[in-house]
T-cell receptor
Framework: DVKVTQSSRYLVKRTGEKVFLECVQD?????MFWYRQDPGLGLRLIYF???????EKGDIPEGYSVSREKKERFSLILESASTNQTSMYLC????????????????FGPGTRLTVL | AQSVAQPEDQVNVAEGNPLTVKCTYS??????LFWYVQYPNRGLQFLLK??????LVKGSYGFEAEFNKSQTSFHLKKPSALVSDSALYFC???????????FGTGTRLKVLA
């Protein structure tokens, strides 16, 4: 079974703190993604990575950065947490769809519910 | 630009009745379509996908979906709903030639006993 794990299920931080969310996948997937999920807005893409050290901005990258030093690990960083970053954060991974791989559905971690006070 | 619409925030259905959760999409190239389910306080689980081939796709837990190119729709269906099917359902699309998956806003399915 594909497994995507996230470092914390629940996290409470204070405004201005630097926050690290870690994601690890064990299926040798090329692509990894960070989303935030808010009621009524669905999933919105923050950043994605299609290879080690490669990253691209998604639809809402402001206030976030990412790091992918190893293939299995993709980190999301909130440089200075703000209350409007209170949300559920979901990590996902997939095989590279542009490499002709038909099984490119995404596999999701359990999510991290972040509260910024 | 890619987009996905799930026009219903919530769908209620009686146990044993057929269910449909609607999804329409817009892409510039060939669409790759997906359905996911989310149970409370959990991540999303993959249900089924359409890549190419038969328009009727069968997936996990007895769900199926029909790809309709002319109506740009990919509605999720199940012949007989179970109370345990109650969850949040997301439709997603990926345009050929891109890495990005676009998700709908989700439809909450409530199956009543």
């Amino acid at each position: 079974d594909v497994k995507v794990t996230q470092s914390s299920r629940y996290l409470v931080k204070r405004t201005g703190e630097k926050v690290f969310l870690e994601c690890v996948q064990d299926m040798d997937h090329e692509n990894m993604f960070w989303y935030r999920q808010d009621p009524g807005l669905g999933l919105r893409l923050i950043y994605f990575s299609y290879d080690v050290k490669m990253k691209e901005k998604g639809d809402i990258p402001e206030g976030y950065s990412v790091s992918r030093e190893k293939k299995e690990r993709f980190s999301l960083i909130l440089e200075s947490a703000s209350t409007n970053q209170t949300s559920m954060y979901l990590c996902a991974s997939s095989l590279d769809p542009l490499a002709g791989r038909k099984n490119n559905e995404q596999f999701f971690g359990p999510g991290t519910r972040l509260t910024v006070l | 630009a890619q987009s996905v619409a799930q026009p219903e925030d919530q769908v209620n259905v009686a146990e044993g009745n057929p269910l449909t959760v609607k999804c329409t999409y817009s892409v510039s190239g060939n669409p790759y379509l997906f359905w996911y389910v989310q149970y409370p306080n959990r991540g999303l689980q993959f249900l089924l996908k359409y890549i190419t081939g038969d328009n009727l796709v069968k997936g996990s837990y007895g769900f199926e979906a029909e790809f309709n190119k002319s109506q740009t729709s990919f509605h999720l269906k199940k012949p007989s709903a179970l109370v345990s099917d109650s969850a949040l359902y997301f439709c997603a699309v990926r345009d050929s030639g891109t890495y990005k998956y676009i998700f709908g806003t989700g439809t909450r399915l409530k199956v009543l006993a």
